[in-house]
């Protein structure tokens, strides 16, 4: 299967890459800089420029694809998350882009969209399981970019298509930013996840 990848060179992206690659599928990615091309093309990838707000370009992109993954953010920095400024352009690819990566996968036939969330979205279940069945607390204003972006995926299943989403939670490894950020926070004694202690 052909699949069109945003966010290929992100935090999890060369993991899904060398994923999909090793299940024998065709990946086309985004890459927004030569060092990121260049990074795609020795993972087996077919990078593609493309601007995820242009409409047009995003068709020309996901012609052919059969599935698109849509894994593209942009979480601003921990000295920029308290702004609404700083979430901006990471709203935008949530909400915007996706639309357009929608028109794009019905107009071209692709069967298969998914969506990257977060699971942040989730009430306080106290001991409670909580799992996909359970619905999102929208009370949360900084989270009501995240949660229309999830509700864009309704259009894709109207249309026949198989639309998913993933509600992932803090990444870490050796090269996530989280990590660093987490353990300045514990040097300050302060957490990164909000809430009660």
């Known amino acids: 299967m052909k699949v069109f990848l945003t966010g290929g060179t992100g935090a999890i992206g060369p993991a899904t890459v060398r994923g999909l690659r090793e299940k024998g599928h065709e990946v086309r990615a985004v890459a927004r800089t030569n060092e990121k091309a260049a990074q795609l093309?020795?993972?087996?990838?077919?990078?593609?420029?493309?601007?995820?707000?242009?409409?047009?370009?995003?068709?020309?992109?996901?012609?052919?694809?059969?599935?698109?993954?849509?894994?593209?953010?942009?979480?601003?920095?921990?000295?920029?998350?308290?702004?609404?400024?700083?979430?901006?352009?990471?709203?935008?690819?949530?909400?915007?882009?996706?639309?357009?990566?929608?028109?794009?996968?019905?107009?071209?036939?692709?069967?298969?969209?998914?969506k990257e969330s977060v699971s942040f979205v989730y009430p306080d279940g106290g001991d409670d399981w909580i799992d996909e069945s359970t619905p999102p607390d929208e009370s949360?204003?900084?989270?009501?970019?995240?949660?229309?972006?999830?509700?864009?995926?309704?259009?894709?299943?109207?249309?026949?298509?198989?639309?998913?989403?993933?509600?992932?939670?803090?990444?870490?490894?050796?090269?996530a930013r989280q990590v660093d950020e987490s353990l300045r926070l514990a040097r300050w004694r302060m957490s990164m996840i909000g809430g009660k202690p």
């Not at 259009?155 to 992932?168: M, N, Q």
């Open 41 to 114: 093309r020795a993972q087996g990838a077919e990078p593609v420029t493309v601007d995820l707000f242009d409409g047009d370009a995003v068709k020309a992109a996901v012609d052919g694809c059969a599935a698109v993954l849509h894994l593209a953010t942009n979480v601003p920095p921990l000295r920029r998350m308290a702004s609404k400024k700083g979430w901006a352009t990471h709203n935008r690819l949530r909400t915007e882009a996706t639309e357009r990566l929608i028109d794009a996968a019905l107009t071209t036939g692709a069967t298969t969209f998914v």
């Open 140 to 175: 949360i204003e900084m989270l009501q970019p995240t949660l229309e972006g999830e509700r864009i995926i309704d259009r894709f299943t109207a249309g026949g298509g198989r639309g998913i989403v993933l509600r992932f939670g803090s990444f870490y490894g050796p090269t």
